[in-house]
């Protein structure tokens, strides 16, 4: 069956610390994966994607990186700020049999929050 | 450029009743795909909707059905509320089959 696991469920730090998110993925064929942003009662905000070819991807403070061999990924957060307090999702999409991307699998996110 | 946009941002209905939930992707994006999500859960596929037509289900029952229009916007209608049917309801639209990008999201009460 394929499944999205990610850890921790939650996690609390201080502001300006480094924190690192996981995801583990059971999904095959594999198309992609990509981490959300999502602050509560909103809806997700792209944060990064990476296909299989690809083991790092960068967006300001956000660097994911994908390792397809052991179906893990996993996001670090540098110097954290007030406002990246929210739930990180990591989705993982399916590939069909055209090659093109399929079913999107979620995880059930990590929820963060930065404390002053 | 607006983005995705939902309507209602909250509702409250009782069980039984019906509700229709509004969406419009974002301008270029031809594809509309709709979620729920629980508190404290990750989004659950209902359906998308691409040229009008419901081109993938999740495992959602026949209460929950869709449309969507030749401007692309699309709604979300689900009949005989129940309790569970208590979430967030998250329209996301895309390019085919390219990144999708989600709506604000409207939050369903059922009483």
């Known amino acids: 069956k394929n499944q999205v696991e990610q850890s921790p469920q939650s996690l609390i730090i201080l502001e300006g610390k480094n924190c690192t998110l996981q995801?583990?993925?059971?999904?095959?064929?594999?198309?992609?994966l990509r981490w959300y942003k999502q602050d509560t009662g909103r809806g997700p905000v792209s944060l990064t994607i990476?296909?299989?070819?690809?083991n790092t991807k960068s967006n300001g403070r956000y660097t994911a990186t994908l390792d397809a061999d052991t179906k893990q990924s996993s996001l670090h957060i540098t110097a954290s700020q007030l406002s990246d307090s929210a739930s990180y999702i990591c989705?993982?999409?399916?590939?069909?049999?055209?090659?093109?991307?399929?079913?999107?699998?979620f995880g059930k996110g990590t929820k963060l929050s930065v404390k002053p | 450029d607006a983005g995705v946009t939902q309507s209602p941002t909250h509702l409250i209905k009782t069980r039984g009743q019906q509700v229709t939930l509004r969406c419009s992707p974002k301008?270029?994006?031809?594809?509309v795909s709709w979620y729920q999500q629980a508190l404290g859960q990750g989004p659950q596929f209902i359906f998308q909707?691409?040229?009008?037509?419901?081109?993938q289900r999740g495992n959602f029952p026949d209460r929950f059905s869709g449309h969507q229009f030749p401007n692309y916007s699309s709604e979300l209608n689900v009949n005989a509320l129940l309790l569970g049917d208590s979430a967030l309801y998250l329209c996301?639209?895309?390019?085919?089959?390219?990144?999708?990008?989600f709506g604000p999201g409207t939050r369903l009460t059922v009483l």
């Open positions: 909707y691409y040229e009008e037509e419901e081109r």
């Open positions: 301008s270029g994006h031809d594809t």
């Open positions: 989705v993982v999409s399916e590939r069909d049999y055209g090659g093109s991307q399929g079913n999107l699998i």
């Open positions: 990476m296909t299989f070819s690809e």
């Open positions: 996301a639209s895309s390019q085919e089959a390219d990144t999708q990008y």
């Open positions: 995801c583990n993925y059971t999904v095959s064929p594999f198309s992609n």
